[in-house]
């Protein structure tokens, strides 16, 4: 399937952005959809996942602060991140794995098939 992330921006400490990420499949519902971020000189992270059943999994360091959810009538994920902090900064990147390939393992990159092509999110302090 085909992602388009858009949502990034400048945004103050303390703020709030919302990501989206549309797909292309039909069968999109089917999908376990992440976001990951990769900032400057370091390695791409896991920050969010939602599965078919929009069951949600969070890294510790936004849990609480941001939210994914799905609308599969829209083939559309979103990521609202509220509370943003400078370490935030990154370019963030969704990812979706068909569940009839899917391992199990939703904070792996290497378990995500698709990728989109990333929106950078730049938290000022």
């Known amino acids: 399937v085909q992602l388009q992330a858009s949502g990034g921006g400048l945004v103050q400490a303390g703020g709030s952005l919302r990501l989206s990420c549309a797909g292309s499949?039909?069968?999109?519902?089917?999908?376990?959809m992440g976001w990951f971020r990769q900032a400057q000189g370091k390695e791409r992270e896991f920050v969010a996942a939602?599965?078919?059943?929009?069951?949600?999994y969070y890294a510790d360091s936004v849990k609480g602060r941001f939210t994914i959810s799905r609308e599969n009538a829209k083939n559309t994920v979103y990521l609202q991140m509220n509370s943003l902090k400078p370490e935030d900064t990154a370019v963030y990147y969704c990812?979706?794995?068909?569940?009839?390939?899917?391992?199990?393992?939703?904070?792996?990159?290497?378990?995500?098939?698709?990728w989109g092509q990333g929106t950078l999110v730049t938290v000022s302090s």
């Open positions: 990812a979706g794995v068909p569940l009839w390939i899917y391992t199990g393992h939703y904070d792996d990159p290497k378990d995500y098939r698709d």
């Open positions: 499949t039909h069968t999109f519902s089917s999908y376990i």
């Open positions: 939602i599965n078919w059943s929009s069951s949600t």
